[in-house]
């Protein structure tokens, strides 16, 4: 069956999505968008064939011709949307963050767990990558023996010069590397810190970034995570594993070698949609699949419900200085059986 | 629209085909099938809910509710099976050889030129790896002058140790190069060359593996491809550019570095499914987007034939041991206009 | 001219020494030998023709045929051997540590300025190992932009099962880092603390192994050194230091590529000999090269001091999970000004 | 003991190999020299202590103060300076080529013969690099299987637009290739021919630039060297042998890599100094090991014949475009038994 979409907010990462349906999928189609501009939502329907424009996100959600709802809304609007979606028994996709508060994030669990099915998938693509992937096979195939820390880096090459919060290097980047320990490890993180190197000068008065971050897994495993949103180069993601035998790490994935100049090398990729084009089609097309028989799979309500909690403590340990633990009541056991086949 | 594909031969490479269609790209669905081995096609029909079997490719190719026909018969078949797509004027997808003969091809070119419009696409998904697609960008863009001479190589872990002959080193192994190096730089092969290195002990009895394929393009850039297909160690496909400021080269494309045992480094692919998986994915999703609109793109039948013609080149080199002059009429200008929007 | 050097202590690391100085290099040659087991001097001296062993350490450095003297006994005897040569105006290279506390070394840097000429070098070989000059290099030509953090790793393949204790790891391997940050960033360290990430089960009971070790330099540039001395599968010494445009970082520094069983990749070296065996010799060098002139150069008593006071807190900040803050008395101006030359 | 060497011809190559003896290398001191130009004999001679200048070659090949001879004049008169070296029986030291011709290096064969005893070792200095000798370990202890083809790439930045004539990309560039083959295989070359690839418009009117020589060892083995004298980016020396398990490659070496402006990657060498500075360093001593044992080692008078023939019929290909076979005698028995203990 082709899967009809429904489209809540359709600025620059809703049409992204609209687009990856409509033209890179197989599986689905777009039939409905709203937005609270309307405007917009007109002009994305008008090149959109078949698509109508619904007046609110309740009417979309309600709609006959919607089998399913992506979320690209605003952040403050994820959980009146989700619950929505969750309300008349439809599958939802959700842009990170799942909600801004640890409670939405539960209230939404609590309507999952009422219906008694997986309806949420939240976007943390980076579980669909393919580089993340083979870090997980190898972890799994116990080729470095068991994992005793990893480092991370998140560089961006620059962030608007207002607007652009030293939280939000948490909140917006390190919360990709705080989904991805959680699933890469299978397992929670138990506390966080925020150590603040050096500023770098190309930073907006009032930020400090770098940042380093510090996460603790519950089994001891100690992840420290640079976020460098103004690193200026590029778009770099980097992880290495350290496990008792070995390491794996992150590769540049190149696919070509230019030899000029004096040097040898490959490019770093120009920011996240180039890095993880690939990531975002693939969770979009594992979204698309499970829709197609009314459920969800991949990261849950409560993955988002967990990064949230990491969140709020690192933002804690950014302010305070000290290390923060992580408090979470026990996962229920309706989401340890709901993985994706193929995650 | 969403394109009818008739599938004309079901055997490894059109059950994968059809598996593109059907799970992994938009814009196509599969109605219908014809294979010599009638019981194989309608296994193969019986996973493809509404798709039929037809008695013959003929019926099939003529049906109502096919809009395009992807051939993957056996080579000898090709002929019949695209000049009869032709003659009803729809898109035809047809894997390499386009034919056997020089002769054939001409056949298909002159059906082609007598509707007018392109209607042909050869299965030379190489275009199409983000790999090689790096490299002509960087010949396009200038970034290492005018090329001169260029380094390829082709590497297979292994051959069935009966019924892959010499030839066929070069009929299935460097005919993707033979096609590759003529897209890159825009200019037909002139002659070739064989040579024969020291024999691998690992070859079949009375095989000569591995070879060095030379091929002169008509501006003077020479090409070595070591054609070895009895590799052993994996899937291998190297090629770098010499030009006149810098060399640009295949990367390993790694996804992840393992350090482990005093070692660190890659994987090598372990098949050209593996190496080449996306290619095919692009390839046909170009195919599906041109077939909407009723034509084809990329690689042409105009291709096919001097891929033919240089491959023949090259079997009379290995036969002979001289350097095989390459005769090709000018091409028609028709070849010129229909390059893929995206090639 | 030629050195006449004097060996105190000819254990496995003196040993070596005097092979470097016998058979490695020019300029300098063993004439005395002289070691707590008298034994041993003897059968070192019977292999090395026109070297006489001396009863005492004392007897050793006031012999007239001894114009520099090479310090690789105990560690407890360091500051003894290097007075007395101080003492006698004789140039002294000694293995690290200088000295095993902060007021011994405050001593030599004492005895020395008492002197009024540089007569010390200590054994920090890393200075000299042509990966961190590179990246020396680039931090002082400006090519990242100013210094901002840096990661670093020190994993050895494994430590003996007996003996090596959890403060050993920062005594015996993060004494190197801590002194090359030192020396790359051309300023002090201002604070240490030590994390303890999962513990690997191929460490001896007792023993917390890996540490990381975070180091804030007077500048805000924060350093974090993985340190995992049973890291198994080799010696593997990583940093990369980020900057405000760029980051540059050790390679592997393969000679070789090797592409076997699905695998491509270099090797991981299998100890510090191998690694760092030219920069032993280069440091080695420049020692013969300014003793030759009565003096010497690179790493000097006050590296050794202020290296000796870090590593002091980074066992108090191990003991007690603290950050604790490193306190050192200003630079005299004395050791600003005798930089080795090419260092 | 220390070897008193004589340098004859102290042009651009002869003042480094004294620097290297003089300054970076133990075991031997220049106390003779000798040029054609006698000002220019006497400022080296300045800068030496020690050192005298003798107004002819012979008078320097006899002198009493001399043990070995070094020999760095013009190519023409390699023959007379090595010859009277052999005739007072002391080891020489002698850059490429040999001769210049294969008459010439026969006499020297001849007269070495006549001594018995090993005198003279050739300036085929790759022999001692440690990327080669990592690929003769590799060949040596079976991993990659037989050898069957190998691919080389001799890549300078730029020859003199003046004076560097298309034969001389042949004697003084596929030279070091040709040498390299016969040592690393441990066979001769028996047929060799001259590609012309398109020619850069960067090399002086009338020269081939690049070439691509093809040489075919005694045992089938195939190679082909792409000889490049205006690569323009940089001195790059590439090889890869392909065995029947497996492949092993040259590695670019790095020390650093470095990260900005959208791209990673490492230098590649300036020139040929920068490349090989440490096999330059390790045949030298080499030689002065064994000089002071009154012989030579490493490569032969033998290797020094067969590169002249084989260099010979490469000349020849270049201006017939045939393929030439190479003509040796069988190798005398002495030059067998007389390897480098550690080549």
């Not at 919607?66 to 439809?90: R, T, Y």
């Not at 070698?257 to 004096?262: L, M």
């Not at 949609?273 to 829709?291: G, I, K, N, T, V």
């Not at 990261?299 to 290390?323: F, K, N, Q």
């Amino acid at each position: 069956m082709t899967v009809r979409v429904g489209v809540v907010g359709v600025g620059m990462i809703g049409q992204d999505h609209i687009r990856r349906i409509s033209r890179v999928l197989p599986g689905g189609m777009v039939t409905a968008l709203s937005d609270v501009d309307a405007a917009r939502a007109g002009e994305v329907a008008a090149q959109l064939p078949g698509a109508v424009v619904h007046p609110t996100a309740q009417d979309l959600i309600a709609a006959a011709d919607v089998d399913a709802v992506l979320v690209a809304s605003w952040g403050e609007a994820h959980e009146e949307h989700v619950l929505a979606a969750i309300g008349v028994g439809k599958p939802v996709f959700c842009e990170k963050p799942l909600a801004p508060t640890k409670e939405a994030c539960l209230r939404i669990i609590d309507a999952e767990l009422a219906v008694g099915r997986r309806l949420v998938q939240v976007g943390f693509m980076r579980r669909y990558d393919v580089g993340y992937r083979a870090l997980k096979a190898a972890l799994d195939d116990g080729s470095i023996g068991a994992p005793l820390l990893m480092h991370c880096a998140h560089r961006n090459p620059s962030v608007p010069p207002y607007g652009f919060s030293t939280e939000m290097s948490i909140t917006d980047s390190a919360v990709h590397e705080i989904d991805t320990v959680r699933w890469l490890f299978g397992e929670e993180i138990v506390a966080a810190s925020v150590l603040r190197p050096r500023r770098t000068s190309k930073a907006a008065a009032g930020m400090q970034d770098p940042l380093i971050v510090l996460l603790e897994m519950a089994s001891g495993i100690l992840v420290d995570d640079e976020v460098f949103v103004n690193a200026g180069y590029g778009y770099d993601i980097r992880g290495e594993i350290v496990g008792e035998s070995g390491t794996v790490a992150l590769a540049d994935g190149d696919q070509m070698i230019k030899r000029s100049v004096g040097q040898h090398g490959g490019r770093v990729p120009a920011g996240w949609r180039e890095r993880f084009c690939s990531a975002y089609d693939a969770e979009l097309q594992d979204w698309l699949a499970a829709a197609a028989q009314g459920t969800s799979v991949g990261p849950s309500s409560w993955d988002g419900y967990a990064v949230a909690a990491v969140t709020g403590s690192c933002i804690e340990a950014l302010h305070t200085g000290d290390r923060i633990p992580v408090s979470l009541p026990d996962r229920p056991d309706f989401y340890s059986k709901a993985e994706s086949a193929d995650a």
